[in-house]
């Protein structure tokens, strides 16, 4: 399990463990918060076709989809 902290999702580098259309790394490129400082909108941004996807935040910590870093 990965340790993910809200406040410092933004510009955070992630692999990908199963690559699809060649999209192995990514960087968080959106991190939106509301009133009480929960995530509401993240985005993250593929390194090599800068194609954005929306996602949620809690998937990054599951280690078996994502790691820390580019790798």
């Known amino acids: 399990m990965n340790k993910v902290s809200p406040k410092a999702l933004m510009h955070s580098k992630w692999t990908k463990m199963s690559v699809d259309n ?7 490129t959106k991190v939106i918060f509301d009133d009480k400082q929960r995530v509401i909108e993240c985005v993250i941004e ?7 996807y929306p996602i949620n ?3 990054l910590k599951n ?8 790798q």
């Open 22 to 28: 060649q999209e192995k790394h990514f960087v968080i």
């Open 46 to 52: 593929a390194v090599i076709s800068h194609n954005e």
């Open 57 to 59: 935040w809690r998937d």
């Open 63 to 70: 280690s078996l989809h994502w790691k820390i870093g580019w």
